[in-house]
C-alpha cells in the first residue's frame, strides 16, 4: 500500500508491469489514492501555447497522469508556486483540495488523465484567484 497525505502534495509512483509485449500500469482507489474515485476525466488536443485549469477545488482532491506526452502543472497555495513535469505514464501527481492549479506546457499528442475524489459540480470551483487568495489567508 502506498502512504499517501490527503493534506500533501505528493508524486505517486504507480505500479509498473514490464512485459516484451508492453507494459502494464495499474491506479486503484484507496491503494493509490487516498480518496474513492468519484469522476474521471481527460484533456487532450490541447493547442500550443494553450493551458487548461486555472482554478481551485473547495472539496476535490485530483491524480493527474501524463499518459501520453508531457505537460506542466503549477500548483499555487496562495502564498506560494511549485511546477511540476509529468511525462511517464507511471507517475501521478497527488493535488489536495485548496490549491490553484494550471495545466500548461502540453507536448503534441498529449493526454492527461484525472482522477477526482467528487463528481462534477461547479459550486466547487473557485474561478477568481483573488477570491481563492482571500480563502487560503
Request: charged share 25%.
Amino acid at each position: 500500500m502506498i502512504k499517501i497525505d490527503p493534506d500533501k502534495i505528493q508524486i505517486i509512483d504507480l505500479p509498473r508491469v514490464g512485459d516484451p509485449r508492453g507494459n502494464l500500469s495499474v491506479i486503484e482507489e484507496f491503494q493509490h489514492v487516498p480518496f474513492k474515485i468519484e469522476r474521471i476525466y481527460w484533456i487532450y488536443d490541447v493547442p500550443g501555447g494553450e493551458f487548461r485549469g486555472s482554478h481551485a477545488f473547495k472539496e476535490t482532491c485530483e491524480l493527474i497522469v501524463a499518459l501520453s506526452g508531457s505537460f506542466d502543472i503549477v500548483l499555487n497555495d496562495g502564498q506560494k508556486e511549485q511546477l511540476f513535469h509529468l511525462n511517464r505514464s507511471y507517475k501521478g501527481l497527488y493535488v489536495p483540495k485548496l490549491l490553484w492549479r494550471r495545466l500548461e506546457n502540453f507536448s503534441t499528442n498529449s493526454l492527461a488523465l484525472i482522477l477526482a475524489s467528487t463528481v462534477y459540480d461547479e459550486d466547487d470551483y473557485i474561478r477568481n484567484f483573488e477570491e481563492f487568495s482571500k480563502i487560503t489567508h
